[in-house]
């Protein structure tokens, strides 16, 4: 970078997991223009070609050591479709609980290790609850903060009971799962559920029962729970709500107000015989796209998706589905902000255009009355969506933590659907053809694409949550979703944005983000189109 | 009050996310009661913006003592050298690495990543990764063969994909009360007191082992996974079954062949087609002997457990 740059480097803003640079302009305190810098290539597709067909269930997790058990699914699932394997009953819940206890482990760990630590800064003390923030949420030595990151390894137990250890097993195979567990895991595994939940979901974190919660259907509910017992309105869920709109959080990060989702959580009797075709049918919690503008739903396939490359470190043909896509990195991966800054390219659905993953895009979907008529639905918040005006730092967030109760329920699910005696196992023929695997990692949609050719992998591609949120202009210049969040966020002090950190980090994206801000009137515009 | 600093390279966060599941002591418990001063951790970290660079440069200079410095993710060189395939506030994260093991303390690679290179690293390692001091089995790595910290150690490697939170905070604890002069390490600079068992110590398919009953597929409730499905457990360094996992379970336990993932080989075979899960044979003996036995001694062995082996070895074992 140039040195007229660099003293216009103002922040690097850790705390997002990975390595983002984030370059916003800023004019009369409001970002007015944003960009997007994915700043690590590591290769995995390029790792993974004519490497054993299996090699993905040992690489993928590796892609992401925060959401390992959501690539690993994808990896089973993408090679059980093209070795067109049986997957048993007990395999589909194995794999499933596998995924929810990552996702459960994620809620405080990210919430209170993440999140909550900038409703301390200094920025805040004026609000009313700037003290309570401080002696609950401060890093390493706040009350709930402690509590919070060291009981966010407990869920991840039961995964260690199916799959050895958490993070990085690889346990889900095609035909099944590794493992046979006994009645004791099982037993083990629902007192850990239940310590997870007394210790933690109803005293701190909701201060009511689970049961209370679920009566939650609407706004209009959620505010009469907030009012109805001080337990209620002083719980970690309370406080951070009351206090994320008392600093303004519901005011900015909107969006483009248009969602993904893959849908999760294949149903333990509908999906033995998968099949790229039937994924969407076969899901508890339904896929698809939600478009705020004209409040509609529809479902999600993998055939819709393109990756524009124009202002990615790519040198391939731009606009490809990823079956077709060759992964051949540009060399000299100069920072270009009129052409390419990211190793992210710009996933786009082929009518809809960019769309936001994540929580919050799940719980608009499953507000949708689209799909089967057994599929999970909750109107919640899609209700709060709508009532409050579209998306914000506060609503995503919420979204995000909202998921926890129902993720427990599915996890009670699937300890109650063992049937232990039964197999969990069928070894498959392994053979040529085109597989697709998806999940919903916390932070939002993920699928494999395989081909396997003459026994090895001829082409692995993955497109992540944050490529989704992270990714660069498209090729027809549509912003990536978070460089469209960031605009309009308010900037109090520019030596210290923290706004732009909550944006950020409200999409939880997986890579440490770094923030660049500069005066969008005093920064001389050629100089920062010259920032390699 | 030690300062450390723990940084991200060519790294999936994984090495952070199980050191977030110690419990004994725990990633706060170090800094309240070990008094362990965390100047930065990128998923930790509250400094931001100009005082993170101030504290950066502050380290770099010596005017800040940086006490532990660990790295976690590997060291990426591409392309052509430059590093700029991984850069961090607007540098290559490389030379970051070089300033700060220049002043630090002790150094720890936590992870293969930073160990000797790990998964970024396999063939045709394309973001030109090394570890610190290894790249794979060969010495040098990023900083060279003569490379020693401040405290005289050369960088301490905690390996696994992830390493257990219990083997970090453990080398952390024993540098923050002082011990650090006690580690003693191995020819690939692992802690010994955790490096010189292997897999299967404690592995609950001892028996099976012994008496060559193999898990011939995956799901079974009997059997050692060594002899059908690649597990590495006897010929690979690690506590894996002697300090569990999440306080549960371990691979092996579970189900799930060993990879081997302590040693610098990781992944094994580049995985290359027909080596996943399952054990590379010649003429039927495996090609990979537990560690220190010859092929003779393995043939004599194994005829002989089999010849002896009771009735019950063949029937499940890990019933419902």
Redesign the interface.
């Known amino acids: 970078m140039s040195a007229a740059v660099q003293t216009l480097d103002i922040s690097p803003v850790g705390r997002v997991e990975g390595d983002l640079d984030i370059r916003v302009d800023i004019e009369n305190g409001v970002v007015v223009n944003a960009w997007a810098q994915a700043e690590m290539f590591r290769g995995f597709e390029v790792i993974l070609r004519d490497k054993d067909p299996q090699a993905g269930l040992v690489v993928t997790p590796r892609a992401c050591g925060i959401c390992g058990a959501s690539h690993l699914t994808c990896a089973a699932w993408a090679l059980d479709t093209a070795f067109k394997s049986e997957v048993p009953r007990n395999a589909i819940l194995a794999r499933n609980l596998g995924q929810i206890t990552e996702s459960l482990q994620s809620l405080p760990r990210h919430h209170y290790g993440l999140f909550m630590i900038d409703y301390t800064h200094k920025n805040y003390s004026k609000s009313r609850y700037y003290e309570e923030a401080v002696r609950r949420w401060s890093p390493f030595t706040g009350t709930n903060y402690e509590h919070g990151v060291t009981i966010s390894g407990r869920p991840v137990e039961i995964y260690a009971l199916l799959g050895g250890q958490w993070p990085h097993s690889s346990y889900m195979v095609p035909g099944g799962v590794m493992c046979a567990p006994t009645l004791t895991d099982v037993t083990r595994a629902w007192a850990i559920l239940e310590h997870f939940r007394r210790n933690w979901i109803e005293p701190m974190w909701l201060g009511c029962s689970l049961e209370r919660y679920e009566e939650i259907r609407s706004y209009d509910d959620f505010l009469a729970w907030l009012d109805e017992k001080p337990e209620h309105a002083n719980s970690d869920l309370g406080m951070f709500w009351r206090m994320s709109l008392d600093i303004g959080l519901d005011k900015y990060g909107k969006g483009h107000g248009k969602f993904v989702t893959w849908g999760y959580l294949p149903h333990e009797d509908k999906y033995s015989k998968p099949t790229i075709e039937s994924r969407n049918r076969s899901l508890r919690m339904k896929s698809g796209v939600y478009v705020g503008e004209t409040d509609t739903h529809a479902l999600m396939e993998e055939r819709f998706i393109r990756e524009d490359i124009d202002r990615a470190w790519y040198d391939e043909k731009s606009g490809q589905h990823p079956f077709d896509r060759v992964t051949k990195p540009i060399q000299q991966n100069d920072m270009d902000h009129d052409g390419r800054y990211s190793w992210s390219t710009a996933v786009r659905h082929e009518d809809n255009g960019r769309l936001e993953a994540g929580a919050l895009a799940r719980q608009l979907v499953n507000g949708g009355s689209h799909g089967e008529d057994w599929q999970h639905t909750d109107p919640l918040v899609l209700d709060m969506y709508r009532k409050l005006g579209g998306a914000s730092v506060a609503l995503r967030h919420f979204a995000r933590m909202h998921e926890g109760v129902k993720l427990y329920r599915e996890a009670e699910h699937c300890l109650r659907e063992f049937r232990l005696n039964d197999p969990w196992y069928v070894k498959p023929t392994e053979r040529d053809g085109q597989g697709w695997g998806a999940t919903e990692a916390i932070r939002g949609a993920l699928c494999h694409w395989i081909e396997v050719e003459n026994g090895k992998i001829k082409n692995y591609q993955i497109i992540a949550p944050t490529t989704w949120n992270v990714g660069p202009r498209s090729d027809s210049g549509e912003l990536g979703p978070i460089e469209e969040a960031l605009i309009g966020t308010p900037i109090a002090d520019t030596s210290d944005p923290v706004e732009v950190g909550h944006v950020a980090r409200s999409y939880d994206s997986c890579l440490v983000c770094t923030v660049h801000a500069h005066d969008a009137k005093t920064g001389e515009e050629l100089a920062r189109f010259r920032t390699a | 009050m030690p300062n450390m600093l723990w940084l ?1 390279g ?9 050191f ?4 004994e002591p ?3 418990d170090l ?2 009661d070990f008094g362990i001063n ?1 100047l ?7 400094e ?3 005082n ?2 101030k504290m950066l440069n502050g380290l770099v200079s010596g005017e800040i003592p940086l006490d532990i410095f660990v790295f976690e993710g ?1 060291v ?1 060189n ?3 050298g430059t590093g ?7 540098r290559a994260m490389k030379d970051w690495v070089s300033d700060l093991c220049k002043v630090a303390g002790y150094v720890v690679a936590v992870g293969d990543c930073a160990t000797w290179g ?3 690293a ?3 390692n ?2 030109d ?1 090394q570890g610190l001091q290894f790249l794979k089995r060969s010495h040098g790595g990023y900083l060279g063969t003569g490379y020693t910290s401040k405290a005289g150690l050369p960088v301490i490697n905690v390996p696994g ?2 390493a257990h939170p219990d083997w970090i905070t453990q080398i952390v604890v024993a540098v923050a009360t002082g011990r650090g002069g006690e580690l003693t390490l191995d020819e690939f600079q692992r802690p010994k007191t955790f490096f010189t068992s292997f897999t299967q110590t404690g592995c609950t398919r001892n028996m099976h082992f012994a008496y060559k009953v193999s898990a011939t ?5 009997k059997g050692c996974l060594f002899y059908d499905l690649g597990c590495r457990g006897p010929m690979t360094h690690s506590p ?1 079954n002697r300090i ?13 062949p060993c ?1 081997g ?1 302590t040693e610098p080989e990781f ?1 094994f075979f ?8 399952k054990t590379q044979t010649v003429m039927g003996v495996p090609k990979d002997m537990p560690t220190g036995v010859d092929k003779s001694g393995y043939i004599k062995l194994t005829a002989a457990a089999k010849a002896a082996s009771p009735r019950w070895a063949e029937e499940d074992i ?3």
């Open positions: 991200q060519g790294a999936c966060s994984g090495n952070t996310m199980s977030l599941n110690a419990e725990s990633a706060c800094v309240t965390v930065w951790h990128p998923s930790l970290g509250l931001l913006g100009e993170l660079q590997s990426v591409a392309p052509n700029q395939w991984n850069r961090f506030a607007g790990g998964i970024p396999t063939a045709p394309p973001s990764s994909c992830p597929e995956f799901g079974q409730r894996c569990l996992w999440n306080r549960q379970s371990s691979k092996t336990r579970a189900g799930m990879m993932c992944p580049d995985l290359a087609p027909g080596t996943v899960f890990f019933v419902v």
